[in-house]
C-alpha cells in the first residue's frame, strides 16, 4: 500500500511541477523592478493606494521617494510613519515587515506649490542621478479653489515637476496624473491631446505678479465656460505635459472619478467623503433629502485599485513593447458600467438601512428633484428649517450648535455637484482595451483593470461598512445600537409626516368652508363604506 501510494505521488508532484513552470511571468513586475521611483501626491488617496501596491506586488523594487511637504509641526519623515500606520498597509507589513517598507521608502521634503519644488539642492541632485520613473499626481482636488493657489499648485507644479523630469539622468518615464473631467466642453472625450482654455505659461505669469484680490476678481473672466478651477488647472496641465513630450518620455492618464477600493488590499477603504461616499454618508445620516439632478443621468467611476493597476499598466505598456505612440489614457468605466443617479440613491438607501449609521439625525429619504424650484423649497423645509430647530435644541441643552454649518457645507457642495449631475460625458477608451489584449493570465490575475466579476451591491455595502470604520470610527459593535435608533427615528419620521398633513388639513377647513363641507361629506362616504364592509 505504501509503495502504491508512494508511485502514485510521483506523477502528482510531476503534475504540479508542470503547473508551476506553466504559469505565465508577472512581466509588469519585472519592467518595474529595479527601478527607483519618484511619487508626488503620495500622501492623497491615489496616492497611497499606489505606494501599497508598488510594494506588495513589486518585489524586486529598488526605492520609492516621496515627495512630502511638512504640515501642522509633522515632518516628513513623521507624516510617512502616519501613512504606515494606515489599515491600507496591514496586508503588506504581514507580509514584508514594517522595517522592510521604511527601507524601500524615503519621504522628500518639498512641495509643488513652491518655487524650485521646495527642494534642497542636495535632494534635487540625488533625484536627478537616481530616478527613473516619475509618478506626478499631486494637485488639489477641491473644486471651489482659489484661482491663484490652484494655478501654482496643478499648473505651475506640473511645469516645475516637467523642469526637473528634463534635468533626470536616466529618466524611462514621466507619468502626469490628470482626470477625465478636465475638457469639459467635449461631451466625448478621445484619447487624444487637447488645446488648453488658455495659455499655460501665460497665466502662470499673471497669477505670479497679481494681488490674490485681483485675481479672484477677474476669476470667471479667466475661467470662461469652465464652471471650476480645478477643470480650468487639470486643462492647462496637460497642455505643459504635450508640449514635453518631443523632450521627455512622458504619458497623461486620465482617471475619472476615483472612488474607494473594490478588491484588494482592503475592500471599501477610502481616506476621504469626496464622490459618492460622501452623499452615501450625507443621505445615511439623514441630513441630505434632496439633490437636484437628471435621475437618469450617469457619473464615471473608478475603484482606487482599479485605476492602479491601470496606471502601472499604462507604465509597463510604454517602457516594455516602447509603445511610444500611446501617449493619452482615458482611465474609465461609464463604456461599461452605467449607474444613474437613482440606482446610487436606490441601493445607497437599502444598504443603509442594513448597516445603519450611528446617530442619524432623521430616517434616511428623501428624492432626486428635476425641478430646481421644487428643489429650492425641499431644502428650506427638509434641510434648513431642520437644522435651525436642531441647533437651538443644542444651544439650549449646552452644546455647540453644528448642523446650521453642516447644512452650509452641503448647499456648496451642491453648487459643484448639480453642474455634473445635469450634464453628461461619455470616454473613449480604445487605448486600455488595447493593453487587456496584451495582459497575460497571471497579469490579468494581479493587475485587474476589467469588472466581469462586480457584484455592485456587495462592492456599495463594502464602501459602506468600510466608511463606518474608517471614516467615521463607528465600529461593528456599535450597529444594534445604530438599528434601534433607526427603528425609532423610523416611526418619528412616519409621527412627523402624518401630524404635518393633519395640520395642513386643518389650516385649509380653518379657512375655507367649502373645502370644511367636502372633509365633512368625504368622512361620512368613508364612515359609510366601512359599515358596510363591516
Known amino acids: 500500500m505504501k509503495r502504491e501510494t508512494l508511485e502514485e505521488s510521483v506523477p502528482s508532484a510531476a ?58 509641526g509633522k515632518d516628513p519623515k513623521h507624516r510617512l510613519d502616519e501613512i504606515f500606520n494606515s489599515p491600507l498597509f496591514e496586508k503588506v507589513k504581514a507580509q514584508k515587515g514594517l522595517s522592510t517598507l521604511q527601507k524601500k521608502v524615503t519621504a522628500i521634503c518639498g512641495d509643488v506649490a513652491l518655487p524650485g519644488l521646495g527642494l534642497s539642492p542636495e535632494d534635487r541632485k540625488m533625484l536627478i542621478e537616481n530616478i527613473n520613473i516619475v509618478y506626478h499626481g499631486a494637485a ?32 524611462v518615464l514621466f507619468v502626469h496624473i490628470s482626470t477625465a473631467y478636465c475638457h469639459l466642453e467635449e461631451k466625448i472625450l478621445r484619447e487624444k491631446p487637447y488645446p488648453p482654455p488658455a495659455d499655460p505659461h501665460q497665466v502662470i505669469k499673471c497669477v505670479e505678479w497679481m494681488d490674490d484680490d485681483v485675481v479672484e476678481a477677474m476669476t470667471d473672466k479667466i475661467l470662461g465656460k469652465l464652471p471650476n478651477t480645478y477643470a480650468f488647472t487639470k486643462a492647462l496641465s496637460e497642455s505643459l505635459v504635450e508640449e514635453s513630450m518631443s523632450h521627455i518620455p512622458c504619458i497623461i492618464l486620465r482617471p475619472s472619478v476615483i472612488i474607494p477600493i473594490w478588491k484588494e488590499p482592503l475592500p471599501g477603504w477610502t481616506d476621504n467623503i469626496n464622490g459618492p461616499t460622501g452623499l452615501l454618508i450625507g443621505a445615511g445620516k439623514g441630513v441630505i433629502r434632496t439633490m437636484y439632478c437628471n435621475e437618469n443621468g450617469y457619473a464615471d467611476y473608478l475603484p482606487v485599485d482599479i485605476a492602479v493597476n491601470g496606471i502601472l499598466l499604462a507604465t509597463w505598456n510604454f517602457i516594455y513593447f516602447k509603445d511610444y505612440e500611446k501617449r493619452v489614457f482615458n482611465m474609465t468605466s461609464s463604456a461599461e458600467f452605467q449607474i444613474t443617479w437613482a440606482e446610487i440613491i436606490n441601493r445607497g438607501r437599502k444598504i443603509t438601512q442594513q448597516l445603519p449609521l450611528n446617530g442619524v439625525v432623521w430616517y434616511p429619504g428623501g428624492s432626486l428633484k428635476k425641478s430646481r424650484l421644487m428643489h429650492n423649497i425641499c431644502i428650506l423645509f427638509f434641510h434648513m428649517i431642520p437644522a435651525y430647530i436642531i441647533d437651538a435644541l443644542l444651544f439650549l441643552a449646552g452644546y455647540k450648535p453644528i448642523m446650521c454649518r453642516v447644512q452650509r457645507r452641503i448647499n456648496k457642495g451642491f453648487e459643484v455637484f448639480e453642474y455634473y449631475a445635469n450634464n453628461q460625458w461619455d470616454f473613449e477608451n480604445k487605448v486600455v482595451e488595447d493593453i487587456r489584449k496584451k495582459i497575460n493570465s497571471t497579469e490579468t490575475k494581479k493587475y485587474q483593470v476589467h469588472g466581469n466579476d462586480m457584484d455592485i451591491d456587495a462592492y456599495f455595502t463594502d464602501c459602506i461598512h468600510a466608511a463606518r470604520i474608517y471614516i467615521l470610527k463607528e465600529p461593528d459593535e456599535t450597529l444594534p445600537a445604530a438599528r434601534r435608533h433607526l427603528r425609532i427615528m423610523y416611526w418619528v419620521d412616519v409621527i412627523t409626516k402624518i401630524l404635518f398633513f393633519v395640520f395642513i388639513i386643518y389650516l385649509l377647513a380653518s379657512w375655507s368652508e367649502s373645502f370644511r363641507t367636502l372633509l365633512t361629506t368625504g368622512m361620512t362616504h368613508v364612515t359609510k363604506g366601512l359599515e358596510n364592509m363591516l
Open 140 to 171: 488639489t482636488v477641491r473644486f471651489d479653489e482659489l484661482l491663484k493657489k490652484a494655478v501654482l499648485l496643478n499648473t505651475r507644479g506640473t511645469k516645475l515637476m516637467l523642469d526637473l523630469a528634463k534635468e533626470i539622468k536616466n529618466l
Open 15 to 72: 503534475m504540479e511541477q508542470s503547473k508551476m513552470n506553466d504559469v505565465e511571468p508577472d512581466r509588469v513586475a519585472e519592467t518595474i523592478g529595479g527601478r527607483k521611483i519618484f511619487v508626488t501626491g503620495g500622501t492623497g488617496f491615489l496616492g497611497k493606494v499606489l505606494i501599497e501596491k508598488l510594494l506588495r506586488c513589486i518585489p524586486k523594487l529598488d526605492h520609492i521617494y516621496i515627495l512630502v511637504r511638512p504640515k501642522k
